[in-house]
């Protein structure tokens, strides 16, 4: 692997724990539409693939109907919007391992599924925002991950070759997006994953915690 000089890492799972928010916001949504609620640990097996997703995801899983999505879509910009970061934490290593990144002289690029408003009060709120040179979310380019368009549109701003670029994610889609786009890719271990073992997903390596990115430069 050639020397690095940048890190595209992922938000959602990898860098924060937000499974509390996006349950908290759904089950308002689903409130508001008389439609069951879902347990939390069903909303972490839909979780990764962007917001329309989740929310097309949780209509069908308690049987409403596809007509129902405009109306959950507009409530759930509202709760979300309302509860973003407040049931979220960071993991554990992640500010070590963004220090790391950074005193070795990366440059740091966030790109998450999640929209870019959103995901850059949450970096604010956890006090992240000030790591990453470039924030983009599901709704920056006309494709999300796993296509590769944000991380080579985050090359690109980074000023970074592809194979010189470390993704950095939890999930299959950071995995295939990094390898479609000819980045190397590491997976943390503690994710989401669309609630599979992230080891079964090819990668050049895999972290208990961010710290361990120290390794990798």
Same mark, same amino acid.
């Given at each position: 692997?050639?020397?690095?000089?940048?890190?595209?890492?992922?938000?959602?799972?990898?860098? #924060?724990?937000?499974?509390?928010?996006?349950?908290?916001? *759904?089950?308002?949504?689903?409130?508001? $539409?008389?439609?069951?609620?879902?347990?939390?640990?069903?909303?972490? +097996? *839909? #979780?990764?693939?962007?917001?329309?997703? @989740?929310?097309?995801?949780? $209509?069908?899983?308690?049987?409403?109907?596809?007509?129902?999505?405009?109306?959950?879509?507009?409530?759930?910009?509202?709760?979300?919007?309302? +509860?973003?970061?407040?049931?979220?934490?960071?993991?554990?290593?992640?500010?070590?391992?963004?220090?790391?990144?950074?005193?070795?002289?990366?440059?740091?690029?966030?790109?998450?599924?999640?929209?870019?408003?959103?995901?850059?009060?949450?970096?604010?709120?956890?006090?992240?925002?000030?790591?990453?040179? &470039? &924030?983009?979310?599901?709704? =920056?380019?006309?494709?999300?991950?796993?296509?590769?368009?944000? $991380?080579?549109?985050?090359?690109?701003?980074?000023? =970074?070759?592809?194979?010189?670029?470390?993704? #950095?994610?939890? =999930?299959?889609?950071?995995?295939?997006?990094?390898?479609?786009?000819?980045?190397?890719?590491? @997976? &943390?271990?503690?994710?989401?994953?669309?609630?599979?073992?992230?080891?079964?997903?090819?990668?050049?390596?895999? +972290?208990?915690? +961010?710290?361990?990115?120290?390794?990798? &430069?």
């Amino acid at each position: 692997m050639p020397a690095l000089t940048a890190a595209i890492i992922d938000l959602d799972g990898t860098l #924060v724990d937000t499974l509390g928010d996006f349950s908290a916001a *759904l089950a308002a949504v689903h409130r508001d $539409l008389g439609l069951p609620v879902l347990p939390t640990e069903a909303v972490g +097996l *839909l #979780v990764g693939k962007g917001s329309e997703h @989740l929310i097309r995801s949780a $209509l069908r899983a308690v049987g409403a109907d596809e007509d129902r999505y405009a109306a959950a879509w507009d409530a759930y910009q509202h709760h979300y919007g309302t +509860l973003n970061g407040r049931a979220a934490r960071v993991y554990p290593g992640v500010a070590e391992g963004l220090r790391a990144l950074r005193s070795a002289g990366l440059r740091l690029a966030c790109v998450t599924n999640k929209p870019a408003g959103f995901a850059r009060v949450l970096l604010e709120a956890k006090g992240l925002a000030g790591a990453f040179d &470039v &924030v983009y979310g599901g709704d =920056s380019f006309e494709r999300k991950k796993p296509d590769p368009l944000p $991380l080579l549109r985050a090359c690109e701003a980074l000023a =970074s070759r592809p194979a010189a670029t470390l993704v #950095v994610g939890d =999930s299959s889609n950071d995995a295939a997006a990094a390898r479609a786009a000819g980045c190397p890719v590491v @997976l &943390v271990t503690y994710g989401y994953n669309h609630g599979q073992p992230v080891r079964n997903v090819p990668a050049d390596g895999y +972290l208990e915690t +961010l710290a361990d990115l120290a390794r990798w &430069v």
